[in-house]
């Protein structure tokens, strides 16, 4: 799901991103990259929840 906001957010024009789908979506590379960007979403996201709770 946060990777959909994500994408939504950065392209937010559905026409574009319905027309740049098929380049990644056959595309391994494209996404390991998507998940590797959600990855580091979870971990800064947690890594502020653990900053928060030391305060």
Not at 3 to 15: C, E, F, I, N, S
Not at 41 to 52: G, K, L, M, P, R
Request: no cysteine; proline share 4%; glycine share 2%.
């Amino acid at each position: 799901m946060a990777a959909r906001l994500v994408v939504k957010a950065t392209q937010p024009d559905d026409a574009a991103r319905g027309r740049l789908r098929p380049e990644y979506a056959e595309n391994a590379d494209s996404l390991i990259a998507v998940a590797q960007v959600v990855a580091v979403e979870f971990a800064t996201i947690a890594a502020a929840n653990d900053y928060w709770r030391e305060a």
